[in-house]
C-alpha cells in the first residue's frame, strides 16, 4: 500500500471534518437549517471546495448517512456472533438495533431525505450504490441467523412463509418504532417516548407467531439480552445508558 501523501492527508481530514459538522448541524438545526454556506464557513473553506467533496447538499447527507450505516452493519456482524440460540442471536441483532438508533439519532433524518424522492435523485450513483450495499449487508445478516435457525429445527416454516418474510417483519418492527418515536414533541404517550419496552414485546409476539422455539413463555429473554450487552456490547451500552 502507498503511503498517504500529506496533500491526500489534508482531504481525507478535511472531508471528515465536512462530514461531522453536517451530521451535528443535521441534529442541532434540521435539515433547512444545514446549508453548504454554513458548512464552508464553519470549515474555514470556500463553498466550492465543499462541493469539491460533495456533489449536492443531499449527496451530503448521503455521506453521513452511508458512514453511520456501516456502523450499523458491523453492530449486526457483532451481534450474530453471540454465544446463544438461534432466537437468541436474533434478539442480539435486535439489542444492536437499539443501540444503533440510540447513539446515532442524525441517521434516520439523512436517511429520509436521500431516500425521499426529491433527494434521491441529487445523490450520486456511487454513494446510493454504497448505502444500498450496508442495507444488504444487515440483511444479509439477520437473513443469516434465520436461515440458521431452520437448518438448526428452531423454526420451521410453511410452504407460504419464508426467510425474507421474517427478516422483514422484525426489520419492520424497528423502523416503525423509532421512526414514531420523532413524533414524541406532539404526541404525549409513553409507548412513543420509550418505544423499546413495546417493540421486545411485539417482537416475541412475532417470532412466537412463527413458532421459532424456545418460544418467549419458554425461556428468558430478559436475561439474554442483559448478556448481549455485557458479552457483545459493553462500551456501546453504557454510551447509551442503558447499563
Request: charged residues 25%.
Amino acid at each position: 500500500m502507498r503511503p498517504v501523501s500529506a496533500k491526500q492527508q489534508e482531504i481525507k481530514n478535511r472531508e471528515l471534518a465536512i462530514l461531522d459538522l453536517a451530521q451535528s448541524m443535521l441534529l442541532d438545526r434540521g435539515y433547512h437549517g444545514l446549508t453548504m454556506d454554513r458548512i464552508a464557513d464553519e470549515v474555514g473553506v470556500s463553498k466550492g471546495t465543499v462541493y469539491q467533496h460533495f456533489a449536492s447538499k443531499e449527496d451530503l447527507l448521503a455521506a453521513v448517512a452511508v458512514r453511520s450505516a456501516n456502523t450499523r452493519a458491523e453492530l449486526f456482524e457483532r451481534a450474530a456472533t453471540f454465544h446463544g440460540t438461534s432466537r437468541e442471536r436474533i434478539g442480539a441483532i435486535g439489542v444492536a438495533a437499539q443501540l444503533f438508533f440510540t447513539l446515532y439519532p442524525h441517521h434516520e433524518q439523512a436517511e429520509r431525505v436521500i431516500k425521499g424522492s426529491s433527494g434521491s435523485d441529487k445523490v450520486t450513483p456511487e454513494r446510493a450504490q454504497s448505502f444500498e450495499s450496508c442495507l444488504f449487508r444487515c440483511f444479509g445478516t439477520a437473513t443469516g441467523v434465520i436461515r440458521d435457525a431452520v437448518a438448526a429445527g428452531d423454526l420451521s416454516l410453511r410452504p407460504d412463509q419464508s426467510v425474507d418474510q421474517v427478516c422483514v417483519g422484525l426489520w419492520n418492527l424497528y423502523m416503525g418504532s423509532f421512526l414514531m418515536r420523532d413524533l414524541k414533541d406532539c404526541m404525549d404517550i409513553p409507548a412513543i417516548t420509550d418505544p423499546m419496552p413495546i417493540l421486545v414485546a411485539n417482537s416475541h409476539v412475532l417470532l412466537d407467531g412463527f413458532g421459532w422455539t424456545p418460544l418467549s413463555t419458554e425461556h428468558d429473554y430478559a436475561s439474554a439480552r442483559l448478556r448481549v450487552f455485557d458479552e457483545v456490547f459493553p462500551g456501546e451500552a453504557k454510551a447509551a445508558g442503558l447499563t
